[in-house]
Each structure stands twice: as structure tokens, then as C-alpha cells.
């Protein structure tokens, strides 16, 4: 079966693309990993896959939180 991932990347909501930059950032910065705006082909992959990991724990914890109607 092919795949196409030509649109993989593409914002559902494009307004909201400011805003995961930003939570980008402040989960890079967290982690201790270096990222910057712009090209950051110096980081390992463990570096960029921290910070994505991290930010789909946290979409799913804040998910989860506002499915059960608690806030932590």
C-alpha cells in the first residue's frame, strides 16, 4: 500500500502554527536541548525526538484532563 506524506507537515489549523512554535520552544528549553529558530540540523535525532515526544505527552496529558473535567 503507498503512502503519501506530502501533507504530513501541514497545520490543521493554521493560525494556531505561532502558537506550537512557541510551545515548541518552551518545551525545548525544558528539556535542555538548544533549539533555535531556523535550521537546526545540529541537534541528534534523540534532541528533536525529545521535543516532539514531549509535546505529544503533554497534548495527551491536557487532553485527558479536559476529557475528565479536572484541571491539574
Do not use: C
Not at 6 to 30: D, H, I, L, T, Y
Amino acid at each position: 500500500m503507498a503512502s503519501n506524506n506530502s501533507g504530513s507537515n501541514r497545520m490543521e489549523v493554521p493560525q494556531a502554527k505561532e502558537a506550537m512554535n512557541r510551545f515548541k520552544m518552551e518545551v525545548a528549553s525544558e528539556l535542555g536541548v538548544p533549539l533555535k529558530a531556523g535550521y537546526n540540523g545540529d541537534l541528534t535525532s534523540a534532541q528533536n525526538g525529545s521535543v516532539g515526544g514531549e509535546m505529544v505527552r503533554k497534548m495527551v496529558q491536557q487532553y485527558e484532563q479536559n476529557i475528565s473535567g479536572s484541571s491539574k
